[in-house]
C-alpha cells in the first residue's frame, strides 16, 4: 500500500520563481497537514485541512503562500514569489480521524537561489 | 515561541546502553505529548504517545515519561541499537488539533 506521496523531492528554482509543491495522502485519510523543516526552527506546521476543508492557516508564514486541497487525493502547496528564505524541507502528512498518529511523506527538498 | 523545546541537539550512546532524549514545555494545557522519529531523506514516523493523565508509557525499548510538577518529558530507549541512529521529535496537542514539535534531537548509537 502506498503511503503519502510527495513531488517533486528535490527542487531548486530562483528567487522570484512560483513554486508548487505536490502531495497525494493515503487513501482514505480525512486529514491532510502541511509542515516546513528548517535547521532555526524544527518542524512548523503551515496548514491543515480535514475533508478537503482547510481548518487552520496560521502557521502560514506570508501571503506568498497558499494551499488548496481540490479533491480527497491532492493538495498542493504554492509558494509565489519565492525567497531564499524559503528554502526548507517541506513535508506532507495524512492521517484518519486519529490525528495524533500521522503518515508523513518523503518530504520536498526546496532551495531558492 | 515554541511550546516544546527540545534543548540537546544530539546524543551519542553507546550500543546497548540506555538512550534518554528530553523535551520540556511551556504551557499545561496539553491533551497528548507524542514522539517522532526521522531518518534521513524520509518523514517523520510516529513512535510513541502518552496522554497528559499518564506519568508512564511503554512500548517494547522506547518508553515515554512525564513530569508535569517539572513540565518535562523523556523518551528512554533501552537498550539502544545502531538502527535508532534518528532524529527524535517531540510534540505536543492541546485543545485544538494543531500539533507543535520540537526542533529535534539527533541521536548516535555507536556500535
Known amino acids: 500500500d502506498a503511503g503519502v506521496i510527495q513531488s517533486p523531492r528535490h527542487e531548486v528554482t530562483e528567487m522570484g520563481q512560483e513554486v508548487t509543491l505536490r502531495c497525494k495522502p493515503i487513501?482514505?485519510?480525512?486529514?491532510l497537514f502541511w509542515y516546513r523543516q528548517t535547521m532555526m526552527r524544527g518542524l512548523e506546521l503551515l496548514i491543515y485541512?480535514?475533508?478537503?476543508?482547510?481548518?487552520?492557516d496560521s502557521g502560514m508564514p506570508e501571503d506568498r503562500f497558499s494551499a488548496k486541497m481540490p479533491n480527497a487525493s491532492f493538495s498542493t502547496l504554492k509558494i509565489q514569489p519565492s525567497e531564499p528564505r524559503d528554502s526548507a524541507v517541506y513535508f506532507c502528512?495524512?492521517?484518519?480521524?486519529?490525528?495524533?498518529?500521522?503518515?508523513f511523506g518523503p518530504g520536498t527538498r526546496l532551495t531558492v537561489l | 515561541d515554541q511550546q516544546v523545546k527540545q534543548n540537546s541537539p544530539s546524543l551519542s550512546v553507546q550500543e546497548g546502553r540506555i538512550s534518554i532524549l528530553n523535551c520540556d514545555y511551556t504551557n499545561s494545557m496539553f491533551d497528548y505529548f507524542l514522539w517522532y522519529k526521522k531518518y534521513p531523506a524520509e518523514g517523520p514516523t510516529f513512535l510513541i504517545s502518552i496522554s497528559s493523565i499518564k506519568d508512564k508509557n511503554e512500548d517494547g525499548r522506547f518508553t515515554v515519561f512525564l513530569n508535569k510538577s517539572a513540565k518535562h518529558l523523556s523518551l528512554h530507549i533501552v537498550p539502544s541499537q545502531p538502527g535508532d541512529s534518528a532524529v527524535y521529535f517531540c510534540a505536543r496537542s492541546g485543545g485544538s488539533y494543531i500539533p507543535t514539535f520540537g526542533r529535534g534531537t539527533s541521536l548516535i548509537v555507536h556500535p
Open positions: 485541512f480535514n475533508n478537503n476543508v482547510p481548518i487552520d
Open positions: 487513501s482514505g485519510h480525512d486529514y
Open positions: 502528512a495524512s492521517s484518519l480521524g486519529d490525528w495524533r498518529t500521522q503518515y
